[in-house]
């Protein structure tokens, strides 16, 4: 199933995934923990499948 969501960035799926691990660290119930680390781990997952930002003109590469 594809998931196409307009106004978030990369920096945003990735705070959200860091928010699905802390609450699954911070939850007594071991299902729901393991079933937030398994939309984290999906979602990460799906970040490294994106190219790489383009540069736009004028930005300096990092050194």
Not at 13 to 22: F, G, K, N, P, T
């Amino acid at each position: 199933m594809a998931l196409s969501v307009s106004g978030l960035g990369v920096a945003d799926w990735q705070e959200i995934v860091d928010a699905l691990l802390v609450a699954a660290d911070h939850t007594e119930d071991a299902e729901t923990a393991a079933h937030r680390q398994g939309l984290a781990l999906r979602i990460g997952q799906a970040l490294e499948t994106l190219p790489p930002p383009r540069r736009t003109v004028g930005e300096v590469s990092p050194r």
